[in-house]
Structures are given as structure tokens and as C-alpha cells.
Nanobody
Framework: QVQLVESGGGLVQPGGSLRLSCVAS????????IGWFRQAPGKEREGVSCISSRDGPTYYADSAKGRFTISRDNAKNTVYLQMNSLKPDDTGVYYC????????????????????WGRGTQVTVSS
């Protein structure tokens, strides 16, 4: 059974950093594309970053480029999202996701392509 558990969120001041973790079980993260998405209050869920299977490409939303870094630790079956220079607009619930159809595939930042989601972790950027 596929399970994704996010952690690492919290309250941080503007300019601060957080590292989010997405611990996977029931599948091998190295074999599947994984995405990070976020949803702010009153807004639609949006793609932040994703990592393809194996040595495939990573992608970032324009808002995340230069500030966020996605990575994968196969030994821990975990995907990370390092977030630096955080802004109030980064506030929201952050989710990781995958899908059985993304086996050995490149990732995309469209949430419709993902059907297995974690419960999310809250990130609040505020002074």
C-alpha cells in the first residue's frame, strides 16, 4: 500500500529556511516520479517542484527557482524539499504525491497526474 508522510513544516520568519521530508512506504521512490505541491488558503493547489524517476530531470515552479531544491535519498526512501529565502507567499500546506502511472517516468507539475497524496505539512512564513 502506497503511503506518503510529510514533515518538517512550521512557522518561520521571512528569509528563513525549512526542509520538508516526504517519507514513502509501499514503493521505491527511486523508481517513481514524485511531486511537491502546496495549497494556500483560498487558492488552488499548485505545483512547486518535482523529481523524476532514476536520474531523470527535476522541475521547479517559477516561484521556487533559485530558492528551493528537491532531492531524494534512496537509502531512506525519502524525498526532500529544501526551501530557502522563504517569503510570506510561500505559506500553505505542502503535499508530496506520486502515482502508479509515474513508474520510470519523468515528472510533471500538474496535480491531475498524481493520485497518491500525503496529508500535508503546514508552512507559515510570517514575522
Amino acid at each position: 500500500q502506497v503511503q506518503l508522510v510529510e514533515s518538517g513544516g512550521g512557522l518561520v520568519q521571512p528569509g528563513g529556511s525549512l526542509r520538508l521530508s516526504c517519507v514513502a512506504s509501499g514503493f521505491t521512490v527511486d523508481y517513481y516520479a514524485i511531486g511537491w505541491f502546496r495549497q494556500a488558503p483560498g487558492k488552488e493547489r499548485e505545483g512547486v517542484s518535482c523529481i523524476s524517476s532514476r536520474d531523470g530531470p527535476t522541475y521547479y515552479a517559477d516561484s521556487a527557482k533559485g530558492r528551493f531544491t528537491i532531492s531524494r535519498d534512496n537509502a531512506k526512501n525519502t524525498v526532500y524539499l529544501q526551501m530557502n529565502s522563504l517569503k510570506p507567499d510561500d505559506t500553505g500546506v505542502y503535499y508530496c504525491a506520486t502515482d502508479v502511472e509515474l513508474l520510470f517516468k519523468n515528472c510533471v507539475l500538474f496535480s491531475d497526474e498524481y493520485n497518491d497524496w500525503g496529508r500535508g505539512t503546514q508552512v507559515t512564513v510570517s514575522s
